[in-house]
């Protein structure tokens, strides 16, 4: 097998569960589209405590000390301020539309949310960057076969709620599992356990805000906030220094 046979493993899983959502959400009522939607709002909170308890990480304390909750602050501060000046969220809105006015249903009108929620739950997490970096080592692909097994089901169940937008995420998924794939391949382990952590633990609070959109709290621009995922092990690489 070659090295990235585990992230194409990964997008077809993805595809195979939208194409059965979509076809499971078809023969559904409104009403229980709705629930299932909620229901995915709550999994994704238990998700987002999980990954974000990832600030009280041993290894991110160790490196940091006390710290670890204000690199976490700091990388979404900065990162959404980055985020919004550059227009991030209305341009991963924008490539949504595009891809829905070429391959979705006119009358889906949670395409891009399908299309952003999934991408961000699928990308977000050690999951992601450990096991696309070990399969860029050359060290096999159980860890990818894992969380495309876990992403199966998520896309079968997002996609019966949000539509074919779910199976566009593949795409993301690709692109950015791909390119840790590649760096771990050509430099090696690239982060260490700490910059992970803290990675994570932002990602964790950017799923709360997932969870809150699927709840139809309150609609928080995640778009924007995506450089803080790369800001976060930079900020905790710099504070461990001192």
Same mark, same amino acid.
């Given at each position: 097998? @070659? ?5 194409? #493993?990964? #997008? ?6 939208? =194409?059965?959502?979509? %076809?499971?959400? %078809? ?11 909620? &229901? ?12 974000? %308890? ?6 991110? *304390? ?9 690199? &976490?602050?700091? =990388? ?13 969220? !209305? ?8 891809? *829905? %006015?070429? +391959? ?17 739950? +699928? ?11 070990? !399969? ?10 894992? *969380?495309?097994?876990?992403? +199966? @089901? =998520?896309?079968?169940?997002?996609? =019966?709620?949000?539509?074919?937008? &779910? ?25 260490? !356990?700490?910059?992970?952590? /803290? ?8 799923? /709360? ?31 461990? *220094?001192?």
């Amino acid at each position: 097998m @070659f090295r990235g046979i585990g992230t194409v #493993i990964n #997008i077809v899983t993805i595809l195979l569960g939208t =194409a059965i959502g979509v %076809s499971l959400g %078809s023969r559904l009522p409104e009403r229980t589209r709705n629930v299932i939607t909620d &229901v995915l709002g709550l999994i994704t909170a238990v998700v987002a405590i999980s990954a974000g %308890s990832e600030v009280a990480s041993p290894a991110l *304390k160790k490196a940091v000390g006390s710290g670890a909750l204000l690199i &976490v602050l700091g =990388a979404l501060l900065i990162g959404g301020i980055i985020g919004s000046l550059l227009r991030l969220e !209305d341009r991963l809105n924008n490539i949504g539309e595009t891809l *829905k %006015s070429k +391959f979705g249903n006119q009358e889906n009108g949670n395409f891009v949310e399908g299309f952003v929620t999934a991408s961000l739950i +699928f990308v977000v997490g050690p999951l992601a960057i450990l096991a696309s970096v070990s !399969d860029g080592l050359g060290k096999g692909i159980d860890q990818l076969l894992l *969380k495309s097994t876990l992403d +199966f @089901f =998520a896309s079968m169940a997002f996609a =019966a709620s949000l539509g074919w937008g &779910v199976a566009a995420s593949a795409i993301v998924v690709g692109l950015y599992q791909g390119a840790w794939t590649l760096l771990g391949w050509l430099l090696g382990n690239i982060m260490s !356990d700490f910059e992970i952590a /803290a990675m994570t633990a932002t990602g964790g609070l950017m799923l /709360a805000g997932i969870s809150l959109r699927l709840l139809k709290i309150r609609h928080i621009p995640i778009g924007d906030l995506l450089p803080a995922l790369a800001i976060a092990p930079l900020l905790a690489l710099l504070v461990s *220094k001192f």
